[in-house]
């Protein structure tokens, strides 16, 4: 069964204050690998997709990393408009039609 | 530029009440999905249409059936509601056209069963 484990379930760093999201996962086969960014109320942003391990994408302060076991999600100097639930999901080769989904990182950047 | 339309935003229904919730895409999109978001557990896929006339189960079908109406739209309705269905609902299409094989989602309809 495929599976994603995020850590931790809520951060809250100062403004400024590096950190890292962690998502594990368990796949047959990896297709992708998903970043999304939801805020209150509303539904899920695309971030990222990565496809192989080694592989390293980057938007304004985050950057997310992929091995074959586990993404990184990496906040550089964050904003409090940072501040947002954060999502990994994986598609499976199998399972090519869906998305599973970790429970998110809740992340609180305070001013 | 709407992308995925979702409605109504929220709904409040008793007990063994009936509704349908309603999805639209403006993109294109062939493959469409429903999901449930309850805290702690994520997102759920509860059913998903590869292409219009098509439709298959996901992790949580039970007490919902959906309705893949014509490419643009897809609905999802609940037949006799229970408090357990208390959830935020969200669509999605995917963007499997382009290789990118990305999904978009909308706004999320919140809905609470008494």
């Known amino acids: 069964e495929d599976q994603v484990t995020q850590s931790p379930e809520a951060l809250r760093l100062q403004e400024g204050e590096s950190s890292s999201l962690n998502c594990s996962y368990t796949?047959?086969?990896?297709?992708?690998l998903f970043w999304y960014r939801q805020d209150p109320g509303k539904g899920p942003e695309f971030l990222f997709t990565l496809y192989s391990a080694g592989e390293e994408k980057e938007k304004e302060r985050l950057k997310a990393t992929l091995t074959k076991k586990e993404s990184f999600l990496h906040i550089t100097a964050p904003k409090p408009e940072d501040s947002a639930t954060y999502l990994c999901a994986v598609q499976a080769v199998l399972g090519a039609q869906k998305l599973v989904f970790g429970q998110g990182t809740r992340l609180t950047i305070n001013p | 530029n709407a992308g995925v339309t979702q409605t109504p935003k929220f709904q409040v229904l008793k007990t063994g009440q009936s509704m349908t919730l309603q999805c639209a895409q403006d993109m294109n999109h062939n493959s469409m999905y429903w999901y449930r978001q309850d805290p702690g557990m994520g997102l759920r896929l509860i059913y998903y249409s590869a292409s219009e006339g098509t439709t298959d189960k996901g992790e949580v079908p039970n007490g919902y059936n959906v309705s893949r109406l014509n490419k643009r739209e897809f609905s999802l309705r609940l037949e006799s509601a229970a408090p357990s269905q208390t959830s935020v609902y969200f669509c999605a299409s995917r963007d499997r056209e382009s290789g990118k094989n990305i999904q978009y989602f909308g706004a999320g309809t919140r809905l609470s069963v008494l």
């Open positions: 796949v047959s086969g990896l297709r992708g």
